[in-house]
């Protein structure tokens, strides 16, 4: 443990818990304010649960389930594991996200489990998620999330910090896609293993819940255990818009120690594109303009939102449709953002124009349901992870851009500059 007085937003968080200041580097047991189990985890997290000689949780209103990578079930055996998971939720009151509701953590945030200053965790790597809103969130293994059912407690190092500076402000087409994989180009897949990012500067004020969100999503994808935003009016106006006026937001120490400092100029991030199979493999668009795509697939926890969607069908829109031969797959992140496309007519515009649209969830973004393209297939995609298989064919190639660049590729059949439709 380093000696200092100031503290970063994660040392703060997790000291407020302990009941005692943390510095990087010191382990701590540490209650959690939420819990998420997916139907890739939850169901061996019942059975470990049981065979530690469990058999009540910590807290039921603290606790919520989600089916939503195999949603629906693609077999009996899935099925099984589903209804393993609504008999276990409805037998001690934790909530479960139906098959349809969407993806745990936008369901997360939308139900308001994630608060600032809280500790939020799930047995699922994208829990980083939750740092957009302030919240320590983390991804936790389902041994740990049976124990923590039963107690509350984890155990954990508190992370050091790396600061990443935000300045400027974005100049559309330019996305929050394209801020994390210019600095996942900058970090590279390991470069950030084990701390905690904290966003922060004069930049900050420009990007929404919603951008912030992408970006701390895909901070694991850096090794990141922690990906944390300042809490500031935007904040402040997203939480009061679910009813919630009653938190503690945690802001670091002007004296807070880093291990280092990176600053990204929003305005001069362009396109982007990360190239097959990896996610930091990242270039600007414009090196694989022309490369022929066979499907496109927009949704997944980093674009599946009805601004995301809205943004995409721009793009289609201009160009007059979507190009022939091109498999459009729309797969809202969840319920309340496909009753938002239903609303503004944008999915009836969609689905006309001969757009694919598959069950609220993580849908093809880990290749266990939804649309699973042929080996040797052009993906490109706004999901967060394109390594070989991710979307279920080893062979085919993916590469992640953002809705925008997605909507482009979708309209033109080829990869594409977005500015080239931009509206």
């Known amino acids: 443990m380093q000696c200092r007085a100031g503290r970063t937003i994660a040392e703060k968080i997790l000291g407020a818990d302990a009941g005692r200041e943390l510095g990087a580097g010191e382990f701590a047991i540490v209650s959690v304010d939420q819990l998420l189990g997916t139907d890739g985890s939850a169901p061996m997290a019942i059975d470990l649960f049981a065979r530690m000689g469990f058999e ?20 009996a055996r899935i099925a099984a594991l589903h209804e393993k998971m609504r008999d276990f939720a409805q ?5 479960l996200f139906r ?4 993806i745990g953590h936008q369901r997360m945030v939308e139900e308001g489990r994630v608060r600032p200053g809280t500790i939020v965790a799930g047995a699922d790597s994208h829990c980083v ?14 041994s740990d999330l049976a124990a923590a059912m039963a107690t509350g407690k984890l155990w954990l190092k508190v992370p050091q910090t790396l600061r990443i500076i935000l300045k400027g402000r974005l100049d559309p087409p330019a996305q929050a896609k394209d801020v994390i994989l210019e600095l996942l180009r900058r970090l590279r897949a390991d470069g950030a293993d084990y701390l905690a990012l ?19 999503n895909m901070a694991t994808e850096a090794g990141a255990k922690a990906a944390l935003f300042a809490c500031d009016e935007a904040t402040r106006e997203f939480l009061d818009g679910l009813g919630i006026r009653d938190c503690a937001p945690i802001e670091p120490d002007p004296q807070a120690h880093y291990v280092d400092s990176l600053t990204i100029n929003l ?13 930091d493999m990242v270039v600007p668009i414009g090196e694989a303009e022309g490369r022929p795509v066979d499907m496109v697939f927009i949704g997944t926890c980093t674009g599946g939102r009805a601004s995301d969607i809205r943004a995409a069908l721009a793009a289609i829109r201009k160009a007059g449709g979507i190009a022939p031969g091109v498999e459009l797959v729309i797969t809202p992140a969840s319920r309340a953002e496909l009753e938002l496309l239903i609303a503004d007519g944008s999915l009836a515009e969609l689905t006309a124009l001969g757009a694919v649209l598959t069950t609220p969830g993580c849908g093809a973004c880990c290749g266990t349901s939804g649309a699973i393209p042929r080996d040797g297939a052009t993906v490109i995609s706004t999901g967060n992870r394109n390594f ?9 190639e993916i590469f992640l851009a953002s809705p925008a660049a997605c909507g482009a590729a979708a309209a033109t059949g080829r990869i594409t500059q977005p500015k080239a439709l931009a509206p």
């Open 198 to 216: 904290e966003f922060s500067g004069e930049g900050l004020p420009t990007l929404s819940i919603e951008e912030r969100i992408v970006i701390a």
């Open 99 to 102: 098959v349809g509701e969407g």
């Open 267 to 279: 305005s001069e991030v362009t396109s982007r594109l990360a190239l097959p199979h990896h996610v």
């Open 91 to 95: 037998s001690r009151g934790i909530t």
């Open 129 to 142: 998620t939750y740092g957009a809103l302030n919240a320590f969130g983390i991804g936790i293994g389902a």
């Open 56 to 75: 009540e949780v910590f807290e039921a209103s603290r606790i919520a389930f989600s089916c939503d990578h195999y949603a629906p079930a693609s077999s």
């Open 388 to 396: 070989k298989g991710r979307m279920g064919a080893t062979h085919a």
